[in-house]
């Protein structure tokens, strides 16, 4: 783990304690996403959220435990493979299905009008109003884009998943070739 790094790098258990919590709370909104993320994508399916969450955690929890520090290189692989399923599908198959980008943009923008409109009325006659969706950022929400695009850029080589991946590498150039690759990985995905 980080802290153990630390903690063989520096000498000192205080600092390795402190990467330690620092690496827990700031991991939890990461995991929370994530985990928000597969109970959505669940809940389109039909299938009962929370049986399936316990099961993918269980699975991942016995898949780490039984191959140690590489699992999440492992997982990792699967995880991927996945993703680019689903970049494929949202960049060439749901366009093609929807009449294009531009059919898109322009159902997505229609979807702001009416909303903003019915939460117009909903105030006019003094009723709670829907929540609105807007399809462009308000200028109030530049800077906080901002700086979460600029600091997720620059704790590229922190996440979890980057790190775990640095730590249980073979040899200085694999180390090198990671770095070197993770930044056009990342732009992949967007």
């Avoid at 435990?65 to 692989?77: D, F, M, Q, T, V």
């Avoid at 109003?129 to 399809?135: A, G, I, L, R, W």
């Avoid at 906080?144 to 080589?157: D, I």
Wanted: net charge positive; hydrophobic share 55%.
């Amino acid at each position: 783990t980080p802290a153990d790094f630390v903690q063989g790098r520096f000498g000192s258990s205080t600092l390795a304690l402190v990467v330690a919590l620092t690496g827990i709370v700031a991991t939890m909104p990461y995991i929370a996403l994530q985990m928000f993320g597969i109970e959505v994508s669940i809940a389109q399916m039909g299938v009962n959220v929370e049986v399936a969450l316990v099961i993918a955690f269980l699975i991942l929890a016995a898949y780490t435990y039984s191959s140690g520090i590489r699992a999440p290189a492992l997982i990792a692989l699967v995880k991927d493979t996945m993703i680019f399923i689903v970049l494929f599908a949202a960049i060439i198959i749901i366009p093609i299905k929807l009449g294009g980008f531009g059919a898109i943009f322009a159902a997505a923008h229609q979807k702001a009008v009416i909303t903003a409109a019915a939460a117009k009325a909903a105030t006019a006659a003094h009723h709670t109003p829907p929540t609105v969706f807007h399809d462009i950022l308000s200028t109030s929400q530049y800077l906080p884009y901002t700086t979460l695009a600029l600091g997720s850029a620059l704790a590229l080589f922190l996440y979890p998943h980057s790190l775990t991946g640095t730590l249980s590498s073979n040899s200085r150039t694999v180390v090198k070739r990671n770095a070197a690759l993770l930044p056009i990985y990342s732009l992949m995905l967007g």
